[in-house]
């Protein structure tokens, strides 16, 4: 096998890597976790996706090891939905509080995805807050229009889309930059 069949797209899109561009990239991880409270096990996948920043590879690795490690010590009277969620709020917190203080800054886009025996959920940090698709209806957990509040999402039941906007900063915490380091 020649060395260049292994940059092939397809082989690098599977393993969580593509074709990097100047001061962009995207990475993906996925990972099977044991699930809580005898539920069944979980495929967690993190897309993260950044722009605007020199060391950009470096800050998304660093990114998912840190999203990874907080999701691990979440408390386990958590259900797998709540410790996503609030790893993505926190993480949605520090990079508002970083561009608050003037750091700086690079566009970051994240989703999580968890699959759990017949069950498919992807929640995305962004302009809205905190996006959850569950079943056809999207729920916007935190950001402009309110905690709660429900509509119909794009997708057919049983599956799941995000219809979030790129991170910006805002009052209502939602955040839009990460530090580039």
Do not use: Y
Not at 13 to 19: E, M, N, R, V
Not at 22 to 28: D, E, G, L, N, S
Not at 161 to 169: D, G, H, I, N, T
Request: glycine content about 10%.
């Amino acid at each position: 096998m020649a060395l260049q069949l292994l940059e092939h797209p397809g082989i690098t899109l599977a393993s969580g890597t593509g074709l990097d561009l100047p001061h962009q990239a995207a990475r993906a991880r996925a990972m099977w976790l044991a699930g809580r409270r005898q539920r069944p096990p979980l495929l967690l996948v993190v897309l993260l996706w950044a722009r605007d920043c020199p060391d950009v590879v470096q800050s998304l690795e660093r990114h998912l090891d840190a999203l990874f490690a907080d999701f691990r010590c979440t408390p386990e009277g958590w259900s797998e939905t709540q410790a996503a969620r609030q790893v993505l709020a926190a993480l949605n917190l520090q990079l508002f509080r970083r561009l608050q203080a003037g750091q700086g800054v690079a566009d970051l886009h994240a989703g999580v995805l968890l699959m759990q025996g017949d069950e498919l959920q992807f929640l995305q940090a962004g302009s809205v807050g905190l996006a959850r698709a569950h079943k056809g209806v999207l729920q916007i957990l935190a950001g402009r229009e309110g905690a709660g509040s429900r509509r119909p999402g794009r997708a057919g039941a049983g599956s799941a889309q995000s219809v979030a906007q790129p991170w910006r900063a805002s009052a209502t915490g939602a955040a839009t930059a990460a530090r580039c380091e």
